[in-house]
């Protein structure tokens, strides 16, 4: 049967979604704007990333610089992967950083300003499923906050894999049981079990890898070493 011709209803309330190739231009001329504009490039990695704390982040650089966090492709190809199509001189230099879950903040601050704040910058929040646990040991609830399960959740938390059951309505506990072991991946079972008993495991961090300074026109590797170095410079 041939489709109807007539005219459809198209609703106005329904926002129309920017195209893909549209954003990664934007994108692709927003970080060139943005290397003109500000005295470094700084590339830097994230390490159990959180939209929320990323935000915050974005926010503590708003009034003297911009962030970015999108197609590592397209930031690249932004700042330019070769001497011949580098956005600016030694821009090139940090195209080997943009890989994996990296970003961009380009800033007017100083390099060991940046580097100082983000080797001090840590938020706690709880682990997700494919994580690993960064301990292993019990005990970490407050002994005022050490309350018995309500007997609603029992059926939960033995679907989790908790050897429970119920006496004369409360939980109990058959025997020892270990919810996550340092080292290890979570499942998603044991990051609800961490999550419903209060234990965060999982720390937001960023790493910056390198930087390029406009004024050297030049990319500093940045690791454990070399931002010490970096800070005590400055």
Same mark, same amino acid.
């Given at each position: =049967?041939?489709?109807?011709?007539?005219?459809?209803?198209?609703?106005?309330?329904?926002?129309?979604?920017?195209?893909?190739?549209?954003?990664?231009?934007?994108?692709?001329?927003?970080?060139?704007?943005?290397?003109?504009?500000?005295?470094?490039?700084?590339?830097?990695?994230?390490?159990?990333?959180?939209?929320?704390?990323?935000?915050?982040?974005?926010?503590?650089?708003?009034?003297?610089?911009?962030?970015?966090?999108? /197609?590592?492709?397209? =930031?690249?190809?932004?700042?330019?992967?070769?001497?011949?199509?580098?956005?600016?001189?030694?821009?090139?230099?940090?195209?080997?950083?943009?890989?994996?879950?990296?970003?961009?903040?380009?800033?007017?601050?100083?390099?060991?300003?940046?580097?100082?704040?983000?080797?001090?910058?840590?938020?706690?929040?709880?682990?997700?499923?494919?994580?690993?646990?960064?301990?292993?040991?019990?005990?970490?609830?407050?002994?005022?906050?050490?309350?018995?399960?309500?007997?609603?959740?029992?059926?939960?938390?033995?679907?989790?894999? =908790?050897?429970?059951?119920?006496?004369?309505?409360?939980?109990?506990?058959?025997?020892?049981?270990?919810?996550?072991?340092?080292?290890?991946?979570?499942?998603?079972?044991?990051?609800?079990?961490? /999550?419903?008993?209060?234990?965060? =495991?999982?720390?937001? /961090?960023?790493?910056?890898?390198?930087?390029?300074?406009?004024?050297?026109?030049?990319?500093?590797?940045?690791?454990?070493?070399?931002?010490?170095?970096?800070?005590?410079?400055?």
């Amino acid at each position: =049967m041939p489709k109807s011709k007539r005219a459809r209803l198209i609703h106005t309330s329904v926002v129309q979604k920017t195209p893909s190739k549209a954003r990664s231009a934007s994108l692709y001329a927003a970080v060139q704007a943005a290397a003109d504009s500000y005295q470094h490039v700084f590339v830097f990695a994230v390490d159990n990333m959180r939209n929320t704390y990323l935000k915050a982040v974005r926010q503590h650089f708003a009034t003297d610089g911009r962030l970015f966090f999108g /197609k590592t492709k397209v =930031m690249a190809k932004a700042l330019g992967a070769t001497v011949e199509s580098e956005h600016a001189p030694g821009l090139a230099g940090l195209a080997a950083w943009l890989a994996g879950s990296v970003g961009l903040l380009c800033t007017d601050r100083g390099a060991e300003e940046v580097v100082e704040f983000f080797a001090g910058y840590c938020e706690v929040d709880f682990a997700r499923a494919g994580g690993r646990a960064t301990r292993g040991r019990g005990g970490e609830v407050a002994v005022e906050e050490d309350v018995a399960l309500p007997h609603s959740l029992e059926v939960t938390v033995r679907k989790w894999g =908790m050897p429970t059951r119920l006496e004369k309505g409360k939980v109990v506990l058959g025997e020892e049981y270990v919810v996550a072991v340092e080292g290890q991946e979570l499942s998603s079972q044991q990051t609800a079990l961490l /999550k419903l008993f209060g234990v965060a =495991m999982a720390e937001f /961090k960023v790493q910056i890898l390198a930087y390029w300074s406009a004024s050297t026109q030049e990319v500093v590797e940045v690791g454990k070493e070399a931002a010490a170095e970096v800070m005590k410079e400055g």
